[in-house]
């Protein structure tokens, strides 16, 4: 099964996962097959989905650092030019 099936089935688990005992959460990856699921790769959707999906606040959106603008290309806003 792919990372990203896992991903799927991780929803059939009750949304009260993570307050169950660590053997019950076993019990039920174990039956979901995903006890090898690392959660890798995730983009920020899928991040939040499931933050959502337990019960969270989802995730903030990511924005991007100035490096990060030089490095993927990305056009910075122009701030407004001051008349003289």
Known sequence: ???NE???MSFQRPTDFFKLS???QWEIDKGLGILDWMGTGLSWEDKDRFNRFYG????PKPE???EEIKEKK????SK???KK
């Open 22 to 24: 660590p053997e019950r």
């Open 74 to 77: 990305v056009k910075a806003p």
């Open 80 to 82: 407004p030019k001051k």
């Open 64 to 66: 991007f650092k100035k």
């Open 56 to 59: 969270g606040k989802g995730v």
């Open 6 to 8: 896992m991903f799927e």
């Open 1 to 3: 099964m792919t990372e």
